[in-house]
């Protein structure tokens, strides 16, 4: 057993891509994101946290922070070398890069996600799904790789290329070294974290939420999708959701950007995410814009949700 803080090799996140065995361009992609976000840190920590003066293509005021992060992600993705298309929750178009897809990716983020909890220094991250090919609009189950960041006390990036999940922290020298591989969740779990107002929560989500609280699982929610899914991730346990709420049947999260790449981790950790009736991994994307109502964390607790919603509403 090694001693904590006593580890006498770090396995940074290159040398881990390659030890699974992740090809080249993909392990390029990968670490292409992870330095970008070394610039996103120094953003968050000393940028202005002010308002750009524009908005994005949900019509929301925009951050100067989310409009640097957006820039500085587009313009590492760009010279990669290894992607055909981008898209981010920032711009309201397909991005192309490059018009040969042969051996490249797609790329859809959301550059800093949680702009609403900047003001009050709360965790924010960064989230990324990645498809071969040029297509952004497919169903998520045919990713191959899917990550976020997490700009909390300490940077932490989590990833999977569908070979399991793995947690990295960044270092003093701003490296992520590896501290968790194979994250794995249990059948069930006593956190919950649910998004969206409670009184406009439907019949089923609401009964399923006084079943959580009879049960005794303890209310987590910080506000923030990053932070809140990798809590359930990495205690293993809990459910986060975002309903379908009285006025606004597909809830608030966005499909593309956030809930796929989401639920790829959140499956490959064991776990499962549903909209109430359907797997969000099994959705086919009608617009860049699309949200879902989103279940996600222990496959039995996503299944006790997804029975009370089927009988509730
Ligand atoms: O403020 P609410 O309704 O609790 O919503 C919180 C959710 O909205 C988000 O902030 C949406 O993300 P953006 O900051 O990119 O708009 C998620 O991070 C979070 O899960
Ligand atoms: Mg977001
Ligand atoms: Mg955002």
Same mark, same amino acid.
Request: some cysteine; glycine content about 10%; hydrophobic content about 40%.
């Given at each position: 057993?090694?001693?904590? #803080?006593?580890?006498k090799?770090q396995?940074?996140?290159?040398?881990?891509?390659?030890?699974?065995?992740e090809?080249?361009?993909?392990?390029r992609l990968i670490?292409?994101?992870?330095? &970008?976000?070394?610039?996103i840190?120094?953003?968050?920590?000393? #940028?202005d946290?002010?308002?750009?003066?524009?908005?994005?293509l949900?019509?929301?005021?925009?951050?100067a922070?989310?409009?640097?992060?957006?820039?500085?992600?587009?313009k590492?993705?760009?010279?990669?070398?290894?992607?055909?298309?981008?898209?981010?929750?920032?711009t309201?178009?397909?991005?192309?890069?490059?018009?040969?897809?042969?051996g490249k990716?797609?790329v859809?983020?959301?550059?800093l996600d949680?702009s609403s909890l900047v003001?009050v220094?709360?965790?924010?991250?960064?989230?990324?799904?990645?498809f071969?090919?040029?297509?952004?609009l497919?169903?998520g189950?045919?990713q191959?790789?899917?990550?976020?960041?997490?700009y909390g006390?300490r940077?932490?990036?989590v990833?999977?290329? #569908?070979?399991?999940?793995?947690?990295?922290?960044?270092?003093?020298?701003m490296?992520y070294?590896l501290v968790?591989?194979?994250?794995?969740?249990?059948?069930?779990?006593?956190?919950?974290?649910p998004?969206?107002?409670?009184?406009?929560?439907s019949a089923?989500?609401?009964?399923?939420?006084?079943?959580?609280? /009879?049960?005794g699982?303890k209310?987590?929610?910080?506000?923030?999708?990053v932070?809140?899914?990798?809590?359930?991730?990495?205690?293993g346990?809990?459910?986060?959701?975002?309903?379908?709420?009285?006025?606004?049947?597909?809830?608030?999260?966005?499909?593309?950007?956030?809930?796929?790449?989401m639920?790829?981790?959140v499956?490959? &950790?064991?776990?499962a /995410?549903?909209? #109430?009736?359907?797997?969000?991994?099994?959705?086919?994307?009608?617009?860049?814009?699309?949200? &879902?109502?989103?279940?996600i964390g222990c496959?039995?607790?996503?299944?006790? /949700?997804?029975?009370?919603v089927?009988?509730?509403g």
């Open positions: 057993m090694v001693e904590p #803080g006593k580890t090799f396995i940074d996140l290159r040398r881990h891509l390659r030890e699974v065995g090809n080249r361009d993909l392990t670490c292409e994101i992870a330095d &970008a976000s070394k610039y840190v120094n953003s968050i920590r000393t #940028g946290l002010g308002v750009a003066g524009t908005s994005n949900y019509g929301e005021e925009q951050l922070l989310d409009v640097l992060s957006d820039r500085i992600l587009r590492r993705l760009t010279n990669s070398g290894v992607v055909a298309n981008m898209l981010s929750e920032e309201p178009d397909i991005i192309p890069v490059s018009s040969d897809y042969e990716y797609s859809a983020f959301d550059p949680g003001d220094n709360l965790a924010v991250g960064t989230i990324v799904s990645i071969e090919g040029g297509n952004l497919q169903p189950r045919n191959v790789a899917a990550m976020y960041i997490l006390p940077n932490t990036l990833y999977s290329t #569908g070979r399991g999940v793995h947690e990295f922290a960044m270092n003093a020298l490296e070294t968790r591989e194979n994250v794995t969740m249990s059948q069930a779990g006593g956190i919950y974290a998004g969206g107002q409670r009184n406009l929560y089923g989500t609401e009964a399923f939420v006084q079943d959580l609280e /009879a049960r699982a209310l987590r929610y910080s506000g923030g999708f932070p809140d899914i990798n809590q359930i991730l990495m205690k346990k809990g459910i986060f959701m975002y309903p379908h709420l009285k006025n606004a049947a597909n809830g608030k999260l966005r499909l593309i950007f956030e809930l796929n790449p639920a790829y981790l499956e490959q &950790a064991g776990g /995410a549903s909209t #109430g009736s359907v797997s969000i991994l099994d959705l086919q994307p009608q617009s860049i814009e699309d949200r &879902a109502p989103v279940f496959k039995d607790d996503v299944a006790r /949700a997804v029975d009370f089927t009988r509730m």
